[in-house]
């Protein structure tokens, strides 16, 4: 399961949040066809403006679920008052963090993979990739997000020569600025899912979607904009946004969809998670859980498709 930009801060209302992601992985777990998670990955901005406390707090709800977990920087994560080794050691002490920052030379915090296999064999690999940082724009004081460098695609095409060509999943905070150009030129073969909102993109062109192509991805996914979920299919590799995960620095209601809460119609919150179910043939099935923020915590599910 993804879940994108909680942005839990030093002013979030912990007890709210926590029963929110609570009744989300309870959801999650009934409408998955196992009833089980077998991994949730927190991609990118799960912190803004915190700090030690608030990341044990959450920290301490994630391993309560007792689901193994991935961390992914986004650009939020590096503003708190903490050191960013200090979050580091935080989820490297967590049982159920699978969290890796790898000793080398790679830009970012960290680059890691995540092999999934059955019986000792391979079946599936998982990307997470550091876009997180800012680079300088030329104008002063102003700066530029930052791009999938290539040394990270150099580090990718390493990996995946060293795991095997399995089906990949691939995961960043900040969508590539090649996702932006094949939307604007509406160089896709179908959209799934909601746009309400801007596409923010590094200024930097990282070649990374045209690379994964080449190493049987079966699709790349970010968050950032959260006013976006919508996925693109761009031949055969569904690229886009995860459900923003939680209320925290705003969300969008969807202006076309609604539900019903107690026989009156309300506009559906673009809240939740996405939900992956992987096949042995390679393939996935793509869930959006938009779990509504209304006290009821109403339930709507709809799949990519």
Known sequence: MQLNDLEWSSFTDIAHQKDYLMHLISSAKATSNSQILDLILLNGNSFSLADKTVVKNLLDCLEAFAVPFAFVWGNDDLQGSYRLADLETALKNCPHAVYANPMDSVTGNSNYEITLRDNGTARYALYAFDSSGYDLSGVPLRYDNAYIRADQVAWLERQASYVGPVPS????????????????????????????????????????????????????????????????????????????????????????????????????????????TLSASGDFSLDHLYLQDDGAYTLVKERYQ
């Open 169 to 276: 999943l691939g995961f960043l905070s900040l969508a590539p600025l090649e996702f932006s150009n094949a939307y604007e030129g509406r160089n896709y073969n179908k959209m799934v899912f909601e746009k309400n909102g801007a596409i923010t993109t590094p200024s930097g062109n990282s070649t990374l979607l045209s690379r994964i192509t080449r190493l049987n991805f079966k699709g790349l996914f970010f968050g950032q904009d959260h006013a976006n979920d919508f996925v693109l299919d761009l031949q055969g590799l569904r690229v886009g946004y995860g459900v923003k995960s939680g209320s925290e620095k705003g969300f969008a209601t969807s202006p076309t969809q609604s539900y019903l809460l107690g026989g009156e119609s309300k506009s559906l919150q673009i809240l939740g998670g996405s939900l992956y």
